[in-house]
């Protein structure tokens, strides 16, 4: 059974299926659960001072969704680790998981659209790709 879980958050609905997910699973298997949560950094900043502002903002958009999370953990009497990272979201994610020896990520599933998926694919399906560990992915 996997011992250390992570679960991808942007605040969307597919992600917080996947934390309800998570949640359950980490319960169940007594495993260590963590979240992450990507800033996304500006493609091509004008100035270093427009990417230390950005991940400024991004930090405070996080708190309600990292409050909200904490309140289902803590409620389920499940720990929360917490990763707020700056980057791409796909090598972000995969280099937290490498890193830290994660052996399951949890993602939802909510692509923009289906001709979107089938032009560019998403983040969701770049990572299952190359995600170093096991992906369950919750719809």
Same mark, same amino acid.
């Given at each position: 059974m996997y011992k250390k879980v992570l679960v991808a958050n942007d605040g969307s609905t597919g992600a917080a299926k996947a934390v309800t997910t998570a949640i359950a699973l980490?319960?169940? @298997?007594? $495993? =260590? &659960?963590?979240?992450?949560s990507v800033e996304? %950094?500006?493609?091509?900043?004008?100035?270093?001072?427009?990417?230390i502002e950005e991940q400024q903002e991004a930090g405070h958009r996080f708190d309600r969704i990292v409050d909200r999370v904490r309140a289902e953990a803590r409620a389920h009497r499940v720990r929360l680790g917490v990763h707020i990272v700056?980057?791409?979201?796909?090598? @972000?994610? $995969? =280099? &937290?998981?490498?890193?830290?020896?994660?052996? %399951?990520?949890v993602i939802g599933y909510m692509g923009p659209s289906?001709?979107?998926?089938?032009?560019?694919?998403?983040t969701t399906d770049r990572l299952v790709e190359i995600a170093p560990c096991s992906d369950l992915v919750v719809k």
């Open positions: 980490a319960k169940q @298997a007594k $495993a =260590e &659960l963590h979240m992450v996304e %950094l500006p493609r091509f900043p004008t100035s270093v001072d427009e990417v700056a980057g791409h979201p796909v090598s @972000a994610i $995969a =280099e &937290l998981i490498g890193r830290e020896g994660f052996d %399951l990520l289906a001709l979107y998926n089938r032009l560019i694919g998403s």
